[in-house]
């Protein structure tokens, strides 16, 4: 057991590390070359960061700008594709917390708008609210002249009430309801 522990035979030594080392490349593409073996990969990736095709190609482009500034890093990276991938996922990622740093409107100089949807759902709230203080008949009215249906078909499914009686109570009903939501009635 002593033996083998004397050995340190897990720890490698300093010539086996030098020759595990890579050895330096013997010719290196020229940028020319590198840019096109790198561009078509870099496409889909900035595509699955930015969602985007133009935000996709602006990346691409603003990531080619920066690895020709700094072709000798380029060039001389032990893995350029990996290395040509991280710069663009740090541009990415600037341009992203460029864009959050904007706090207000008031930096924008744009007026607070109300989303479509909460304005409707809103106003639809209003409406229910207002036709829960009318009577059963009277909402009934309502609905069915609101789904576009005729008197007369309003009278039978009502049952007993007149021809006037029913448009006089359709009129009641839809001048409470426009008093309720705060409208005027024509």
Same mark, same amino acid.
């Given at each position: 057991m002593e033996a083998t522990n004397s050995l340190n035979i897990f720890t490698p030594t300093q010539t086996r590390?030098?020759?595990?080392?890579?050895p330096p490349k013997v010719n290196p593409p020229s940028l020319k070359e590198a840019l096109h073996i790198v561009s078509p990969k &870099?496409?889909?990736?900035? /595509?699955?960061?930015?969602? *985007?095709?133009?935000?996709?190609?602006d990346l691409c482009q603003a990531t080619f700008l920066k690895l020709i500034e700094n072709k000798d890093k380029f060039l001389g990276a032990e893995y350029p594709l990996a290395?040509?991938?991280t710069i663009l996922r740090n541009t990415f990622i600037d341009k992203?917390?460029?864009?959050?740093?904007?706090?207000? &409107?008031?930096?924008?100089? /744009?007026?607070?708008?109300? *989303?479509e949807n909460k304005l409707k759902s809103f106003?639809?709230?209003?409406?229910?609210?207002?036709?829960?203080?009318?009577n059963e008949t009277?909402?009934?009215?309502l609905a069915m002249k609101g789904a576009g249906h005729d008197y007369d078909v309003i009278q039978k499914f009502i049952g007993k009430i007149s021809?006037?009686?029913l448009r006089t109570k359709t009129t009641r009903a839809r001048t409470l309801l426009a008093d309720c939501l705060g409208r005027k009635r024509k």
């Open positions: 590390v030098e020759e595990v080392a890579t &870099l496409l889909p990736f900035a /595509l699955s960061l930015s969602g *985007n095709m133009s935000d996709a190609e290395y040509s991938r992203c917390r460029k864009d959050s740093k904007v706090d207000s &409107l008031d930096e924008l100089n /744009l007026e607070p708008v109300i *989303n106003e639809h709230q209003e409406l229910m609210n207002c036709l829960k203080q009318q009277d909402r009934t009215i021809m006037g009686n």
